[in-house]
């Protein structure tokens, strides 16, 4: 471990108050965060705290111009009990795109790793045991200059905080086409930076979609509202004709971890897979001509969530029912066998985290 990582510890775990059998989403958190403060040009002080409220300033940047930035990602056990990362190299780079979209300072990504493996490594206890339930862990960085005025922050604050959640068994998704609203997320936009503005922008869309029953939006590009981009807080895939398609990565996209996972995942196979511009249009086209087999969304959270209907206008595309689908069917199983570790690794994506006596830690 490079950095020097403070650490304290809390006097009494809550863990014995949690019931893993019956866990919310998001609403429960472990009981250590990691936290590193950015002033005068450089990270410093980075130390693990029991998990608690903080002060913050009424003017502090990050509330009034939206200097703010998260990833999310997953640890998970094992079959054999081992604590696991996916892809957390990745996400250290991912943040790190973000922060250079929204001005902010990149945070070295051996100290984004560290902090996260010795967070990880403390609360290890808290990684349910049950197949398909994870760690959440929830990496952000936001503006903390006590200042009105537009311009950048001069000093941040980053956290990683974390929480277990259970195993996620998402019915299909119902989405609709949204040909009115844009988020910031178009092209020379914030899309492929993970900032919370752009999560606020497809707020009021998502609430009116669902007000007429559906459950997410389909976003299209909001400059001709014509090729398709991604939903909610996932990457779309078609599989029309046996072609598996998904929207390319535009710079209004986020670039999915799951995504590039899947692609490799489908390519190793030898299926034929299209990274492309893909129109709305083309979906109808195919699924009138009764082409259109299989559309899923990919993200950490569901790994794969399968989507039942398709309002496009006046046309609801009725998707055929979850038992066919085996091509969703089977990327979800691909990646949820590599983070159980029943399916053998050999992308080097699945990492150990990294044992707290190697750390020095605790
Ligand atoms: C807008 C958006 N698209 C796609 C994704 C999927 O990305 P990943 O697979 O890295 O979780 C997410 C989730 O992070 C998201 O918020």
Redesign the pocket.
């Known amino acids: 471990m490079k950095y020097n990582i403070r650490i304290t510890k809390v006097k009494e775990s809550h863990l014995s108050e949690v019931d893993f059998n019956n866990i919310p989403f998001g609403r429960v958190f472990s009981d250590h965060m990691f936290v590193v403060d950015y002033k005068n040009g450089e990270w410093i002080d980075p130390r693990i705290e029991p998990f608690g409220r903080f002060g913050i300033h009424p003017a502090a940047m990050a509330l009034h111009y939206g200097q703010a930035i998260f990833e999310?990602m997953k640890a998970s056990k094992s079959y054999d009990g081992k604590p696991m990362l996916f892809r957390p190299e990745r996400h250290a780079h991912r943040i790190n795109n973000s922060a250079r979209r929204l001005c902010m300072p990149e945070i070295p990504e051996d100290l984004f790793l560290d902090g996260l493996h010795a967070l990880i490594a403390i609360d290890s206890n808290w990684i349910p045991a049950q197949e398909g339930s994870a760690l959440y862990i929830r990496p952000f960085m936001f503006a903390n200059d006590e200042f009105i005025g537009v311009r950048p922050s001069e000093s941040y604050k980053f956290f990683i905080i974390t929480g277990p959640v259970g195993p996620y068994y998402p019915k299909p998704v119902s989405l609709l086409v949204e040909e009115k609203y844009a988020r910031c997320a178009v092209k020379g936009g914030t899309g492929e930076a993970?900032a919370a503005g752009n999560y606020a922008g497809s707020l009021l869309p998502a609430k009116l979609a669902q007000e007429k029953g559906y459950d997410q939006v389909m976003w299209l590009d909001s400059n001709e509202f014509k090729y398709v981009q991604?939903v909610g807080?996932?990457?779309i895939f078609f599989v029309i004709d046996g072609k598996i398609i998904t929207p390319a990565l535009d710079g209004g996209i986020?670039q999915?971890?799951?995504?590039d996972s899947i692609l490799k995942i489908f390519r190793e196979k030898g299926f034929q897979v299209e990274e492309r511009r893909i129109t709305i249009d083309e979906v109808a086209e195919a699924y009138k001509a009764g082409k259109l087999q299989e559309v899923f969304g990919?993200?950490?959270a569901a790994i794969v969530s399968h989507v039942s209907r398709i309002l496009y206008g006046e046309l609801l595309m009725e998707l055929p029912p979850v038992e066919s689908r085996k091509y969703g069917e089977l990327a979800k199983a691909e990646i949820n066998g590599l983070r159980s570790g029943r399916i053998k690794d050999t992308h080097g994506w699945i990492v150990p985290v990294k044992s707290p006596v190697a750390m020095k830690v605790g």
Do not use: C, F
């Open positions: 999310g993970k991604e807080t996932m990457n986020l999915g971890i799951t995504r990919a993200g950490t």
